[in-house]
C-alpha cells in the first residue's frame, strides 16, 4: 500500500492510497470537515463516489477502523484460546448431588475450575447467576472451562 498526499486549494487535502489489489482510494478532507471517499477502478481508472461523510460522521468511522471501540484478537492467538477452552450444555438429573444447594455452597469454581456462565430454567434464562443461586432438577447448565475443568463437573454432577 502506497500513500500520497497533495494540496488542493481552496478545497482541503487529498490522500491517494494504492492499495496491494491494484485499486486506488481517494480522501478528498474538504476545509469545511467534509470528506468523501472515491475508489477507482484499475480498468477503467474512473473514480466512483462511495462515501461522502460529515466531520463528526468521519471521526466517528476513523476511531472505528483505529481499532478505538474493538481490537480483534490475531487468528493464531484466537486458536490456542479454543483450543483450551471448553463450552458445554450439562443438564441436571434428579439424581444430582447438586439439587437444592447453591453454587456457592458446592464452591463448584474450586472444586472442578469450571465456571456456570448460564442456568436454563423452564422458559427462564439466568445469565451469570448468582453464587447463592440454588440448582433445581431439570437445570441445564451452560459451564466453560479447560477442557479437563468441564470434565470435573461432569463427574462431580
Request: glycine letters at 10%; a neutral charge.
Amino acid at each position: 500500500m502506497q500513500l500520497k498526499e497533495a494540496e488542493l486549494p481552496g478545497v482541503g487535502k487529498k490522500y491517494l492510497i494504492e492499495r496491494d489489489n491494484g485499486e486506488t482510494l481517494a480522501v478528498i478532507l474538504h476545509n469545511t470537515g467534509r470528506r468523501e471517499i472515491y475508489k477507482t477502478d484499475p480498468k477503467t481508472d474512473v473514480p466512483d463516489l462511495i462515501l461522502d461523510l460529515g466531520d463528526q460522521e468521519a471521526r466517528s468511522l476513523g476511531a472505528i477502523l483505529g481499532g478505538t471501540f474493538f481490537q480483534p484478537q490475531h487468528v493464531d492467538s484466537m486458536y490456542v484460546v479454543m483450543k483450551e477452552l471448553a463450552i458445554e450444555w450439562i443438564k441436571l438429573g434428579a439424581g444430582s448431588g447438586l439439587i437444592g444447594k447453591s453454587i456457592r455452597a458446592q464452591e463448584i469454581r474450586r472444586r472442578t475450575g469450571a465456571s456456570i456462565i448460564v442456568i436454563l430454567r423452564g422458559d427462564q434464562i439466568i445469565p451469570a447467576p448468582s453464587p447463592d443461586e440454588i440448582l433445581k432438577t431439570g437445570d441445564t447448565l451452560l459451564v466453560v472451562g479447560k477442557r479437563e475443568h468441564v470434565q470435573n463437573l461432569s463427574t462431580l454432577l
